[in-house]
């Protein structure tokens, strides 16, 4: 076979200015997670595929059509994650943190994967952000959570509002269930195929439904948030509260709900219009019932995800300038390169970034490479000595190659 090979299909390299901006939002995430107690957990990129069939529910898309599933060997299934949270749930259980200091309060940014179809800031391979605060039903791990996300999109200016609802506790949930699918069925003839297909095993999902009919009937469908047990109506009155307080606006939405089963009590999304129709950053809810469903101990937590995909495009993320070059070590003939090898070793473990030709260019074109890369002064070999010139006065003098390091060490560290 011949031909180009490209990158598959839903996936893309990261370049330059783009590793640049992904360093810059990771600086600011970590600034503002950790100042808040939260410390950073790395789950592998493949778990057992029960995980996620169990923990984010089989009735879900994401188990039913995008998950990434192979054979592991030995009758093991195994399955590229599509969604951290449940992961980090199951480190949670297996490294028996219900012992530590409640609630373990845990961040993440790695690569996740989904077989969806691939359109603009949405990817088959894609990176999130993700915050998981676990062993606690207090509504202030509730309101904390949102406003870090929130202090997240607002330091790399992603203009964007914030939607919320509660789903209630599952005894709450399955009444207001029952409910809503008896509407449903009532009104099949309006609803896409889709949805009615759905009615029995996720008919909550008919509220996130593009089709216009559906739409329509949706709008006349009981509300769950109207429903709610005085004590999940006043976990959310409480969330709302602290939120008020902290001078967070916010829309409440009785139609919001998340494609995945674990969500309880409060749910929430952030939008930004900067991103056209799919408009969703970030957002994430309540998961009290998780932790036991993998075979915990019963356990409340919450958590959210947010594409940095769909943040870099929806903000303005000031990149960190690279790292300046204090050193380009040139030579005139080949065969002082290992000498000019041993120059740029040194002074970069003197602490000084330097670089070395290596691409057997010209000692003009070696020059016009160090101005290229902004060198502060370039070391030039010959055979009958050794040369430091100072690239933003043009002045250059004769030194001992062994003096080099010395010469330059007023460039700050």
């Not at 949930?173 to 095993?201: F, G, H, K, M, W």
């Not at 030039?380 to 390091?405: H, K, N, P, Y």
Request: proline share 5%; net charge negative.
């Amino acid at each position: 076979m011949s031909g180009r090979i490209q990158a598959p299909r839903g996936t893309y390299d990261v370049l330059g200015e783009q590793a640049l901006a992904r360093e810059a939002l990771e600086r600011h995430a970590r600034a503002i997670l950790e100042r808040a107690g939260y410390a950073r957990i790395e789950t592998p990129a493949f778990e057992a595929t029960e995980l996620f069939a169990r923990g984010v529910g089989e009735s879900t898309d994401v188990v039913q059509k995008q998950m990434y599933t192979f054979e592991g060997g030995e009758s093991e299934s195994i399955t590229l994650r599509p969604e951290g949270t449940a992961p980090v749930c199951r480190a949670y259980v297996e490294h028996g943190m219900h012992k530590l200091p409640q609630p373990v309060k845990l961040w993440y940014l790695g690569s996740f994967f989904r077989r969806e179809r691939p359109q603009k800031g949405r990817f088959r391979q894609f990176w999130q952000l993700g915050l998981e605060a676990i062993g606690s039903d207090d509504p202030a791990v509730d309101a904390e959570s949102i406003l870090l996300l929130a202090e997240i999109l607002e330091a790399i200016a992603v203009r964007s509002r914030l939607r919320i609802s509660s789903l209630g506790m599952p005894a709450n949930r399955l009444r207001y269930r029952e409910r809503l699918q008896q509407y449903l069925r009532a009104n099949a003839d309006r609803l896409s195929e889709e949805v009615v297909a759905r009615i029995d095993l996720n008919p909550l999902r008919a509220f996130d439904s593009d089709h216009r009919g559906t739409q329509e009937m949706m709008e006349g469908a009981p509300r769950l948030l109207d429903e709610l047990d005085p004590e999940d109506a006043e976990h959310f009155a409480q969330v709302r509260a602290l939120l008020d307080s902290a001078g967070l606006p916010y829309e409440v939405d009785t139609t919001l709900v998340r494609g995945l089963d674990y969500y309880t009590r409060t749910v929430f999304e952030f939008t930004s219009d900067d991103l056209g129709a799919q408009s969703g950053v970030g957002g994430g809810g309540r998961y009290d019932g998780l932790i036991e469903e993998l075979g915990g101990p019963p356990t409340a937590g919450i958590g959210w995800a947010a594409g940095v995909e769909r943040m870099l495009l929806a903000g303005s993320v000031a990149q960190q300038a690279p790292p300046p070059v204090d050193l380009f070590v040139a030579y005139a003939q080949p065969g002082l390169r290992e000498a000019a090898f041993r120059l740029a070793a040194d002074a970069r473990r003197a602490g000084h970034a330097a670089r070395l030709e290596l691409a057997g260019r010209s000692l003009k074109g070696q020059l016009t490479q160090a101005n290229r890369a902004g060198a502060r002064y370039v070391a030039i070999l010959r055979e009958d000595g050794t040369s430091l010139r100072d690239m933003e006065t043009g002045e250059q003098q004769e030194v001992d190659a062994d003096t080099i390091i010395h010469h330059i060490a007023r460039v700050p560290l």
